[in-house]
């Protein structure tokens, strides 16, 4: 006797279903990720190195708004005639390079986006090392900056890297939009010329230093604390221990020097400042800045650059550090607090 086959239930088959459904979404998630690891791996490799540096020609991109804008408002008999203008112009420059003359200058123009701990100095001086090898004497530099001050060490090393380029010869240009304050003016009076926004927050020329201290709430629940330290100074003022007078002598004494160093760098590089005015912690906005010549122009970066484009060749370079997640994390937390800081309040001083 032969016994037919039983039919599978309608729910039964639609579980079934659903299982080797979810099966084969899990293997090809798996296999996503596996080449996304992959991707990865590769991108990063290929980004070690030049690679990273990025060029991008300021002239051809005004060109292009130029162009776009253009086509919205001439006829087209009109923006004919200037595409003809420009290809005039182009022509008549390499037949100019072919007989000898010589190249048209060329402007380089770096960012520098401050934090507190002046985490982009390491791509500055990658930058600036790029530069330094192929400009020629009459090229120039212009550094667009915003920095409302952060670590002395950063933004010395910072500071530094700037000199590089003043060493070579070539003219540095500071431009600041939004603001350069303690150590972020630090870094704008290295340059030859310092341009600012008429309410751009510029100065800031002090120190601060700041710590809270739980000593009494670790008295109050019973808890000790002990710290050890060889060298009457190691240590001076501290977070849980108890404080003495000493050590915030000590303290305020070694801000003091700090202050010195820093009116002593400004006066280096802008001797025609009167440091008893200007050295005191306060900030002034562009116009004021320029009356106490803190700053040579009231202009934006935006014009200036728009000038230069006439005469120059003009070449943006960034190099692009690859961050950890917490470096981005402590960046962003860092950038809120300066943000949440600047409108009302005074920028913060070097640390």
């Known amino acids: 006797m032969v016994i037919p086959p039983r039919e599978l239930p309608v729910h039964q088959f639609l579980l079934d279903y659903s299982l080797f459904f979810a099966k084969t979404l899990t293997w090809m998630a798996a296999l996503i990720a596996v080449i996304v690891v992959i991707a990865g791996v590769v991108r990063s490799a290929r980004q070690e190195g030049i690679e990273r540096l ?43 390079l072919k007989r000898g003359a010589a190249a048209r200058p060329r402007l380089f123009v770096l960012d520098f986006m401050g934090d507190l701990e002046a985490s982009r100095v390491g791509a500055l001086r990658e930058e600036i090392s790029a530069l330094l090898q192929v400009a020629q004497p009459q ?40 603001v350069a304050a303690s150590g972020g003016y630090l870094m704008a009076c290295v340059a030859n010329h310092l341009t600012a926004a008429p309410f751009a927050i510029v100065g800031s020329i002090g120190v601060v230093g700041q710590l809270p201290n739980f000593n009494r709430l670790l008295r109050e629940n019973k808890i000790d604390y002990e710290l050890h330290t060889a ?25 003091d020097e700090t202050h010195t160093l820093f009116k002593s760098f400004v006066a280096g590089n802008r001797p025609q400042l009167s440091l008893q005015r200007v050295a005191t912690g306060e900030h002034w906005y562009g116009t004021q800045a ?62």
């Open 290 to 351: 320029l009356e106490l010549q803190l700053i040579d122009e009231v202009r934006t970066s935006d014009d200036w650059l728009l000038e230069k484009i006439k005469t120059f060749d003009v070449y943006e370079l960034h190099y692009r550090q690859r961050r950890s997640l917490r470096e981005q994390l402590m960046g962003g937390l860092a950038r809120l607090s300066q943000q949440a800081a600047l409108p009302w309040r005074r920028p913060g001083g070097m640390t």
């Open 139 to 178: 090229d120039e530099v212009l550094l667009r900056l915003e920095s409302a001050g952060g670590v002395v060490h950063g933004y010395g090393l910072a500071a530094s890297q700037l000199r590089r380029i003043r060493d070579r010869g070539l003219r540095l240009t500071a431009a600041v939009d939004k």
């Open 231 to 255: 060298g009457e100074y190691k240590r001076t003022l501290t977070m849980f221990g108890e404080n003495s007078d000493a050590a915030r002598n000590k303290f305020r004494e070694e801000l």
């Open 54 to 96: 990025e060029v991008k020609n300021i002239n051809q991109r005004l060109r292009r708004l130029a162009d776009i804008l253009n086509h919205e408002m001439l006829g087209a008999e009109q923006l004919k005639q200037g595409h003809k203008r420009l290809k005039r112009e182009d022509k008549a420059q390499d037949k100019a």
